[in-house]
């Protein structure tokens, strides 16, 4: 993060700025991100400068919160919410007046201090409050995935997470997020294992092991997405990483392995998630047939 961008972020009044005329801030340089915030303009798409941006001029304490705060984690989100909106999720606390700006979503929420945290000098809702906050804000295969990134990246033990039903048992969300957290699984590795998990989950096939390090005489062959130990049955999620053509190579070589040694593989993609009831039954006959 580069923090002379930081310094940048200024606020403006029908004068100007300090050592800038009016005419010069609402020139090319700057752009607004709301009444009387510039940021620079070549720093419009970074994300931490647009979180200061967002907190300059809200009451002493304010803190980035739910998809604000994911986006700054990097945790997964469903398409639509992945790229910075019109507006700032920030939060208050109770009895504070909410920010009520065009680029601001205010909140008044109860925000105890291990429950706020920093990124590069933001105030920003801890990982496992996070979660808690987007819990009823994106879909539940999407919290599931939230979930494991946060265990799979060590951003916060599992007793963190679990602590949140005892202190938030009458929050928003806080039903998805019993339902979550016996689902999730820190072995997976990037939201498409996770929600492939929770598709053959929800069509009634038993959890798999994720990421499983496959050996043939010893030898290491392979580490698989999901697998079914007493079948030999492997299920691969073929996301965008896997389109480059030396590394197709790879993953042609490593196929013929795996299946030379008895296993059977499945590769599903993205097209695959959108037609659950059939992925699932060629899951299931491949479970059934090994079996």
């Not at 945790?75 to 680029?103: C, F, I, T």
């Not at 005892?166 to 699984?185: E, F, K, S, T």
């Amino acid at each position: 993060m580069d923090h002379d961008r930081v310094t940048e972020i200024i606020t403006v009044d029908a004068s100007g700025a300090p050592g800038l005329s009016a005419k010069e801030v609402r020139g090319t340089r700057f752009r607004a991100t709301s009444r009387g915030v510039r940021v620079p303009a070549d720093a419009a798409g970074n994300g931490v400068v647009l979180a200061h941006a967002a907190l300059a001029g809200c009451v002493e304490g304010a803190v980035l919160c739910d998809v604000t705060a994911a986006r700054l984690w990097g945790l997964p989100l469903p398409p639509w919410m992945k790229q910075p909106s019109a507006q700032a999720s920030v939060a208050v606390a109770r009895g504070a007046a909410e920010p009520r700006r065009v680029d601001v979503q205010g909140r008044r929420l109860s925000l105890p201090a291990f429950h706020v945290t920093t990124i590069d000098d933001v105030r920003v809702t801890t990982p496992a409050r996070t979660w808690m906050d987007c819990a009823s804000l994106v879909p539940f295969v999407d919290l599931v995935a939230m979930g494991d990134a946060i265990l799979h990246r060590e951003l916060c033990p599992v007793g963190e997470l679990a602590h949140l039903l005892q202190w938030g048992y009458r929050r928003r969300g806080i039903v998805n997020i019993r339902r979550a957290l016996p689902l999730l699984d820190p072995r997976a590795e990037s939201p498409g294992e996770s929600r492939t998990r929770m598709m053959l989950l929800a069509g009634r096939i038993r959890a798999p092991r994720c990421n499983f390090d496959v050996f043939v005489n010893g030898r290491w062959i392979a580490r698989v997405d999901m697998a079914w130990l007493a079948e030999k049955v492997i299920v691969e999620y073929d996301g965008a990483g896997h389109l480059d053509e030396k590394q197709r190579r790879r993953d042609a070589e490593r196929l013929n392995e795996l299946q030379a040694a008895g296993w059977r593989v499945i590769v599903l993609t993205a097209d695959d998630l959108r037609r659950p009831e059939a992925t699932c039954a060629l899951v299931r006959r491949a479970l059934a047939t090994s079996r």
